[in-house]
């Protein structure tokens, strides 16, 4: 059962954990006795907790955690330092901030023991959750190099996940009992108060809009040189012939380059230079100018006459 979805902000370019949430969605949308939490915030004891994936299951508690995307390598401790681009970071933190951020959430529900816990099982000593199966995963991304001089058991493929959770399931419900199991009542009572002590992460302000800037007076230019200024860097020729002597044209499809020499079209797709999301355009005459979603106003293109 998903107790929590994704939160979408949080993770819209992370491939890897769009990939974890949809197969655990598929393995246990429909499974009773397994509750799947997506970034699962927490705060305790003056820390906070970010989970990118908790599964609550009757024998005890998975954190799955989102690793990036290069090339990995792992030692024989276990650490792992992944290649992107030209720079090596040092990734030992991918298993042990998982294993922190269980061992807060366990010290979380100990703290609450007395409620969560069923104080009537025969036997019983007092409610805690010490004896509680707990185990951690690193998803790894499903086309990334491994290279292993030590032990990969908490190292995953995002379709290996319901696997390894379904077999430590399994593996509980065949030993002899030992350790510490939830019954129906307990996995009812932690999984709607998980739910109801969740923390959203603060939202960021947005960027102010500028305001209107300073007139700086200088030479008068001529209408070639404004149109050189206002062109972009990067999609200001045919994509067809190469050629340069074109017009921006607004369209039911958006905005386009007509080439004045072979009459085809390029879409115009204005890019801001200081948060890199894509601007749209508005015209006044012969000018266009583009805005972004962060405020940010740019002129983009000047007609020719």
């Not at 994936?53 to 690793?67: A, D, K, M, Y």
């Not at 992944?82 to 970071?89: D, I, Q």
Request: net charge positive.
């Amino acid at each position: 059962m998903i107790v929590k979805a994704p939160e979408a902000q949080l993770h819209a370019a992370h491939e890897v954990h769009r990939q974890v949430v949809h197969f655990l969605r598929r393995a246990f949308a429909q499974d009773p006795q397994a509750f799947v939490f997506h970034d699962l915030r927490l705060e305790c004891r003056g820390d906070v907790a970010q989970i990118d994936h908790l599964i609550l299951h009757r024998s005890g508690l998975v954190i799955v955690n989102s690793s990036v995307a290069g090339q990995l390598s792992v030692n024989e401790h276990g650490e792992g330092v992944c290649e992107v681009t030209l720079r090596a970071s040092s990734l030992p933190s991918a298993v042990v901030q998982a294993r922190r951020q269980l061992d807060l959430l366990l010290a979380f529900l100990e703290d609450h023991a007395a409620d969560l816990m069923d104080c009537s099982r025969p036997g019983s000593g007092p409610p805690s959750f010490a004896g509680v199966r707990r185990d951690v995963l690193v998803a790894l991304p499903a086309d990334s190099r491994v290279t292993a001089t030590g032990d990969l058991t908490e190292w995953v493929r995002p379709g290996q996940v319901p696997d390894r959770v379904n077999a430590t399931i399994r593996a509980e419900d065949s030993r002899t009992p030992g350790l510490c199991g939830f019954t129906a009542t307990e996995l009812t009572r932690i999984r709607t108060f998980l739910l109801t002590r969740h923390v959203p992460a603060p939202v960021l302000a947005a960027p102010v809009p500028r305001t209107a800037r300073p007139v700086v007076t200088g030479p008068v230019r001529t209408s070639q040189e404004r149109q050189a200024q206002a062109r972009p860097r990067l999609d200001a020729a045919c994509r067809s012939c190469g050629g340069t002597q074109l017009s921006v044209e607004v369209g039911k499809y958006g905005a386009s380059f007509r080439c004045a020499g072979c009459g085809a079209t390029t879409p115009a797709k204005p890019v801001c230079a200081q948060c890199g999301q894509p601007g749209k355009l508005s015209r006044k005459g012969r000018t266009f100018t583009a805005t972004c979603a962060g405020g940010h106003t740019w002129p983009y293109w000047t007609n020719p006459e």
